[in-house]
């Protein structure tokens, strides 16, 4: 097995994940496929809809067909020539509490019908269990993954370990780290069903970070019944490779429309929102009154075709580099969604760390929310850890982000330097300039050019959570550095007083020389009326003169 990584965004990765059936693209969605009751032929699902992948569950396949998928082969007998994973059978003992078979001999089977991917029999978590029941499924789960590696015969199968632990996130990560200690090829995070039924996305961010901050990085993740495309962004974004379906058909069975954004039921729609082959060729009337099961059919293709358009646009965010915008733009779909996306600014520094530093087209910033975004931490931390101030800088000048960027190239800042160069001869080279800009906080005029923080639109005026970050960098910067004055012009159009207000009581806390003045719109003409004024008190000169 080699799992291969091409492009990054977030946690989200595009890869090459290859099986003795051939390469597959990741993120991936697997159709989950009944052959009991399938709506959609599996060989359609590839050849009509192009996924590369399915997924089964070995425990039907044994119970109901025995021998017949071992003696032709899996994927002869689905009719699929692509890449089959199996499941084994742990959704049934969520539902059922019990299953006719054993973790030995479920590996057994999936070894003996071929399966690309396999699953070993875990026990799920559920959602209404106590703590001390969580922490066995979580045992008992771990026990049967060790135990595995003593009976498997095959090495040409990727095997999955799955993480349980459900909404107890101390178990999520206790499980991750114990099964990330065992080589299995890919891993899983077990029992989210259930949360997403309750539309709990908040709850189902923190498990999926409990289990991929405590796996290995390097391994793919896969998501166990992520079953509707409004939440794909949020899995991928959070670092699931893999994830699989069976929603397509169960919402078909159910008159239910899929959209990237929700659902829809079809006795509501008038129009098709959608340019799919199948919504192209009908309106939603003729639909409603076809025979049920070519009803059934139409919508179930219609729902793989929403399924894989999500899954497309999710990997030209990536390679953009422009997921977070994507999945900002999904979670507005939906309050719960919305939640969860909020949960992000709990996990920034991992984010960071395993987010590109460059990317190939500048970011857009709409609100406070964005403030979690990885290029806004990680500007942050490298401030405070790597940053140090020109050496002969005693004056700090503070002047408001400008409309050209980079910053430097403005007439504004071209003109003030003009001016400092004339009052203040060679004593121009003490003054430092710093942008005070949003979302980034304190921008240093000589790194202004460095990606993003000229590569960026944000969102006028500005929200007061974002005001009043800015405003605490702007005070932190002042505080973690040595300038004998600091001179602020102010944009009290644009910024309110939280700037000023950080300013000064930084200032004050620091014991450093203070003064300010209100731009207005105007900042050259009122830097000219400053810096004649300093000159004729000699107090800048003074300053200056003193170091």
């Known amino acids: 097995m080699s799992f291969e990584i091409k492009d990054r965004d977030l946690l989200a990765r595009i890869g090459k994940l290859r099986t003795k059936s051939g390469t597959v693209e990741t993120p991936l969605l697997f159709p989950v496929i009944n052959p009991s009751i399938q709506p959609v032929p599996p060989s359609k699902i590839r050849e009509n809809f192009g996924f590369e992948a399915l997924i089964t569950n070995a425990y039907i396949l044994k119970k109901r067909f025995q021998n017949q998928p071992a003696e032709k082969g899996i994927h002869n007998f689905l009719g699929f020539d692509g890449v089959v994973m199996t499941d084994s059978g742990a ?80 178990l999520v990560a206790k499980s991750a780290v114990e099964m990330g200690k065992l080589p299995f090829q890919i891993y899983a995070l077990g029992s989210p069903t259930e949360v997403m039924e309750r539309y709990r996305f908040d709850v189902l961010a923190d498990m999926i970070m409990a289990a991929k901050i405590n796996l290995p990085i390097e391994k793919p993740l896969h998501l166990f019944g992520a079953g509707h495309p409004f939440m794909f962004s949020l899995a991928v974004a959070l670092g699931c490779d893999l994830f699989d379906s069976a929603a397509y058909a169960i919402y078909a069975k159910e008159n239910r429309y899929m959209t990237a954004t929700g659902t829809i039921r079809l006795e509501e729609l008038e129009y098709f929102p959608c340019n799919c082959p199948k919504c192209l060729s009908r309106k939603p009337k003729d639909v409603s009154e076809m025979p049920r099961e070519e009803r059934q059919t139409f919508l179930a293709e219609h729902n793989l075709y929403a399924c894989l358009s999500e899954i497309r646009y999710i990997k030209q965010a990536i390679k953009e580099g422009r997921l977070w915008e994507h999945l900002e733009l999904r979670m507005h779909g939906h309050p719960a969604l919305f939640q969860a996306l909020k949960k992000l600014g709990n996990y920034e520094a991992f984010i960071e760390r395993h987010s590109p530093t460059v990317k190939r087209s500048g970011l857009f910033f709409f609100s406070a929310l964005d403030l979690a975004r990885p290029e806004v931490v990680r500007h942050r931390m490298r401030m405070a850890e790597r940053y140090l101030k ?25 003109e003030t330097v003009k001016m400092l160069k004339k009052v203040l001869g060679n004593n121009s080279n003490s003054v430092h300039t710093c942008f005070y800009s949003a979302p980034f906080g304190v921008v240093p005029v000589e790194i202004d050019e460095v990606y993003p923080l000229s590569q960026h639109e944000s969102v006028l005026p500005l929200d007061k959570e974002t005001l009043v970050y800015v405003a605490s960098q702007v005070a932190n910067y002042i505080t973690q550095r040595d300038y ?26 620091k014991g450093v020389r203070f003064k300010y003045l209100d731009v207005k719109g105007k900042w050259i003409k009122a830097m000219s009326t400053f810096l004649k004024k300093e000159l004729r008190k000699k107090s800048l000169a003074i300053c200056l003169d003193s170091s």
């Open 390 to 414: 020109p050496r002969n800088a005693d004056v700090l000048l503070l002047v408001p982000q400008t409309r050209t960027k980079p910053f430097h190239r403005s007439k504004e800042y071209k």
């Open 484 to 509: 004998r004055l600091v001179v602020l012009l102010h944009d009290p159009e644009n910024w309110n007083g939280e700037i000023l207000k950080a300013c000064r009581k930084a200032c004050l806390a």
């Open 91 to 170: 959704y049934q003992i969520l539902v059922y509490g019990d299953i006719e078979t054993t973790p030995e001999e479920i590996v057994a089977y999936q070894e003996k019908i071929g399966s690309d991917i396999a699953t070993i029999l875990d026990l799920p978590t559920g959602w209404e269990v106590s703590k001390e029941n969580a922490e066995q499924t979580v045992n008992e789960t771990l026990r049967r993954a060790k135990e595995f590696f003593k009976f498997k015969t095959r090495e040409d199968i990727l095997w999955v370990g799955p993480v349980q632990g459900g909404r107890y996130l101390d």
